[in-house]
């Protein structure tokens, strides 16, 4: 049996928290992680629970992208379900599910699969990724009232777009909108006009300047992605992530990787006393040193939770640190010399534990621990200033926004934001101004770019009988080009919905492509007949993730009657996905 299709790891469902994959072990081409994040609370941050189930679980719809929960004490990394960024929910002292499916938990590395995701999931390492789009981030900065109108006219400066960081690059802001997979950038008066998409831009979560023109991507799932803004949006190189999650910020012709907060597996490995807390990287993702050892808390297998956090690197090469789950907020110099660490004073009494595990009911296993720093971003010059999006509750469900001199450490105020706040600028005089994300990107969908891009590459491949079929093939009509394989428990799941919208069309007028990336063609062949989709199905081999770039499985590009690219669809997003596809396909075929 081939081991890309034999391992279970290469399932999963998005942004669970999930048991963590062999630490920062081995990983595969597509290898790729997925969490989410959720939260609730008090203004005082308390520990909150988290339940680890061990059994099978549902499947739920939701947004865009990501995979799968994981077994005790490994993750499943190539299905996409949609709706991972999705929800809002009030949950202090939440106890959040992990849950493991079937063929989890054997402890394996994967060799060669995709990710495939569903969208919708409850768990730690979603709880920022879930409140990422959610516009959760807290009450008013300066008196700023919620509001879903424009912002004034000014100049504004963004810092942080839902639960990331922006970056300021070429006279606009640019911010990571993960539940389109897309990179957006704003003028001074917060207007959009620009967007880039690309299929390795799956679910951006933050975004750092690397050069002139240069953007450096994260990934939710670990990867650096390097793009030209000033090349039409341009994928410069990619590097794989050096644990299991990475976030990276850049400055001064280095980049700083942390543990994501944005993927946190609640169960890894334990990792040598001697870890680097933050790796430090080239510009080409190459490692060159760390700074500082990790902190080693009482359970082992949190190793990754109690370090994973927030950074920012400043124009001297100095790094900031924050870390997702403790109280504190360092600065470390171009050299590692720990320069400052400030804390708020945020928990009852002083006390700090680290986030441990509840006695288990039956086969459950509850983790205790509160979520304390999201986002750090440093605001360009002459403000210079370091701006810590933080918690408000034990949950983030409420954030709050501390200005610290860079210096010193010094928090020189803090601003705490409202439910529709979810955006956070500073104005032409340096003043903190909060806004409605979703406001400020509405109806920018189909702003920019004008132009649609062809589908490349134009594929020539064999269906079940052998023929050949190819993409000049499909010219004349609207076409869904889906990309499966057998081993993904999402694209079982979506088969159905992409039958029932097959039927719905004229053949003259619309056509799906089910483009099977399976290695086994035995097993490809089983799950045809199966579902015996009215749809051709093609038979990509294996090779398709190397030629496509695409994150994990299933993968849809919806093409126009030209063969360019409507829209790209990471994911399964369940029937309100498909609702939406069928109204976007009515429309283009409709189209002169």
């Given at each position: 049996m081939n081991d890309d299709e034999a391992h279970p790891r290469h399932h999963r469902r998005p942004g669970v928290l999930r048991a963590a994959a062999r630490g920062a072990g081995p990983r595969d081409d597509g290898g790729r992680r997925d969490d989410d994040h959720r939260s609730g609370g008090r203004l005082e941050l308390q520990h909150h629970?988290?339940?680890?189930?061990?059994?099978?679980?549902?499947?739920?719809?939701?947004?865009?992208?990501s995979g799968r929960a994981a077994g005790a004490a490994l993750e499943r990394r190539h299905n996409v379900r949609a709706g991972e960024l999705e929800a809002r929910r009030s949950a202090e002292l939440e106890a959040h599910a992990l849950r493991g499916e079937q063929g989890e938990g054997d402890g394996h590395?994967?060799?060669?699969?995709?990710?495939?995701?569903?969208?919708?999931?409850?768990?730690?390492?979603?709880?920022?990724?879930?409140?990422?789009?959610?516009?959760v981030l807290a009450a008013a900065l300066f008196g700023c009232r919620p509001t879903a109108s424009p912002p004034p006219p000014g100049r504004f400066t963004l810092l942080f777009f839902g639960r990331s960081p922006a970056a300021s690059l070429g006279g606009l802001s640019w911010a990571p909108d993960p539940e389109h997979g897309r990179l957006v950038a704003f003028d001074r008066e917060l207007?959009?006009?620009?967007?880039?998409?690309?299929?390795?831009?799956?679910?951006?979560?933050?975004?750092?300047?690397?050069?002139?023109?240069?953007?450096?991507?994260?990934?939710?799932?670990?990867?650096?992605?390097?793009?030209?803004?000033?090349?039409?949006?341009?994928?410069?190189?990619?590097?794989?992530?050096?644990?299991?999650?990475?976030?990276?910020?850049?400055?001064?012709?280095?980049?700083a990787a942390t543990r994501s907060p944005y993927y946190v597996p609640q169960l890894g490995s334990p990792e040598p006393d001697t870890a680097p807390l933050i790796r430090m990287l080239d510009t080409l993702g190459r490692p060159t040193g760390g700074l500082a050892t990790i902190r080693r808390p009482a359970t082992p297998l949190l190793d990754y939770l109690v370090n994973a956090g927030a950074v920012a690197v400043g124009p001297d090469g100095a790094v900031y640190y924050a870390p997702l789950v403790r109280d504190e907020?360092?600065?470390?110099?171009?050299?590692?010399?720990?320069?400052?660490?400030?804390?708020?004073?945020?928990?009852?009494?002083?006390?700090?534990?680290?986030?441990?595990?509840?006695?288990?009911?039956?086969?459950?296993?509850?983790?205790?621990?509160?979520?304390?720093?999201?986002?750090?971003?440093?605001?360009?010059?002459?403000?210079?200033?370091?701006?810590?999006?933080?918690?408000?509750?034990?949950?983030?469900?409420?954030?709050?926004?501390?200005?610290?001199?860079?210096?010193?450490?010094?928090?020189?105020?803090?601003?705490?934001?409202?439910?529709?706040?979810?955006?956070?600028?500073?104005?032409?005089?340096?003043?903190?101004?909060?806004?409605d994300a979703d406001s400020l990107v509405a109806g920018s969908d189909g702003a920019a770019p004008a132009e649609r891009d062809p589908f490349t590459p134009a594929f020539a491949l064999p269906d079940l009988a052998g023929d050949t079929v190819t993409l000049a093939g499909f010219r004349g009509k609207v076409t869904l080009v889906n990309f499966w394989a057998s081993w993904c428990d999402p694209c079982r799941e979506e088969f159905p919905h992409m039958a029932e919208l097959y039927r719905e069309f004229d053949r003259k007028d619309f056509e799906i492509a089910g483009v099977s990336d399976d290695v086994d063609q035995g097993k490809m062949r089983a799950f045809a007949r199966r579902y015996r989709p009215p749809f051709p199905i093609l038979v990509g081999g294996g090779r398709m993730k190397a030629l496509y770039h695409y994150r994990g499985l299933p993968y849809s590009v919806l093409l126009d009657r030209r063969g360019r690219v409507i829209e790209r669809i990471f994911g399964f997003g369940g029937a309100d996905e498909f609702r939406r596809l069928r109204r976007t396909i009515a429309i283009e075929v409709r189209a002169p």
């Amino acid at each position: 049996m081939n081991d890309d299709e034999a391992h279970p790891r290469h399932h999963r469902r998005p942004g669970v928290l999930r048991a963590a994959a062999r630490g920062a072990g081995p990983r595969d081409d597509g290898g790729r992680r997925d969490d989410d994040h959720r939260s609730g609370g008090r203004l005082e941050l308390q520990h909150h629970k988290r339940r680890v189930r061990r059994g099978p679980q549902g499947v739920r719809p939701g947004v865009r992208q990501s995979g799968r929960a994981a077994g005790a004490a490994l993750e499943r990394r190539h299905n996409v379900r949609a709706g991972e960024l999705e929800a809002r929910r009030s949950a202090e002292l939440e106890a959040h599910a992990l849950r493991g499916e079937q063929g989890e938990g054997d402890g394996h590395t994967p060799v060669r699969e995709r990710t495939a995701h569903h969208r919708d999931q409850d768990g730690l390492g979603r709880v920022l990724m879930r409140l990422v789009r959610d516009a959760v981030l807290a009450a008013a900065l300066f008196g700023c009232r919620p509001t879903a109108s424009p912002p004034p006219p000014g100049r504004f400066t963004l810092l942080f777009f839902g639960r990331s960081p922006a970056a300021s690059l070429g006279g606009l802001s640019w911010a990571p909108d993960p539940e389109h997979g897309r990179l957006v950038a704003f003028d001074r008066e917060l207007r959009v006009t620009r967007q880039i998409t690309h299929p390795r831009l799956a679910t951006p979560v933050a975004v750092t300047p690397l050069g002139r023109t240069e953007l450096l991507v994260t990934e939710r799932t670990g990867e650096g992605v390097v793009v030209d803004t000033a090349g039409g949006g341009r994928v410069v190189r990619e590097w794989e992530s050096p644990d299991i999650a990475s976030l990276y910020a850049a400055g001064a012709g280095r980049v700083a990787a942390t543990r994501s907060p944005y993927y946190v597996p609640q169960l890894g490995s334990p990792e040598p006393d001697t870890a680097p807390l933050i790796r430090m990287l080239d510009t080409l993702g190459r490692p060159t040193g760390g700074l500082a050892t990790i902190r080693r808390p009482a359970t082992p297998l949190l190793d990754y939770l109690v370090n994973a956090g927030a950074v920012a690197v400043g124009p001297d090469g100095a790094v900031y640190y924050a870390p997702l789950v403790r109280d504190e907020i360092r600065k470390y110099s171009p050299g590692g010399r720990l320069s400052w660490t400030t804390k708020r004073g945020l928990f009852r009494g002083g006390s700090e534990p680290d986030p441990e595990f509840l006695p288990a009911t039956g086969t459950e296993l509850s983790l205790k621990q509160a979520l304390v720093n999201v986002a750090l971003a440093l605001a360009p010059s002459p403000d210079g200033r370091l701006y810590a999006l933080g918690a408000d509750d034990s949950a983030a469900t409420r954030l709050r926004v501390d200005v610290l001199d860079p210096q010193t450490g010094a928090i020189l105020t803090t601003r705490h934001l409202g439910p529709r706040e979810t955006a956070v600028a500073l104005d032409a005089s340096g003043a903190l101004a909060a806004f409605d994300a979703d406001s400020l990107v509405a109806g920018s969908d189909g702003a920019a770019p004008a132009e649609r891009d062809p589908f490349t590459p134009a594929f020539a491949l064999p269906d079940l009988a052998g023929d050949t079929v190819t993409l000049a093939g499909f010219r004349g009509k609207v076409t869904l080009v889906n990309f499966w394989a057998s081993w993904c428990d999402p694209c079982r799941e979506e088969f159905p919905h992409m039958a029932e919208l097959y039927r719905e069309f004229d053949r003259k007028d619309f056509e799906i492509a089910g483009v099977s990336d399976d290695v086994d063609q035995g097993k490809m062949r089983a799950f045809a007949r199966r579902y015996r989709p009215p749809f051709p199905i093609l038979v990509g081999g294996g090779r398709m993730k190397a030629l496509y770039h695409y994150r994990g499985l299933p993968y849809s590009v919806l093409l126009d009657r030209r063969g360019r690219v409507i829209e790209r669809i990471f994911g399964f997003g369940g029937a309100d996905e498909f609702r939406r596809l069928r109204r976007t396909i009515a429309i283009e075929v409709r189209a002169p």
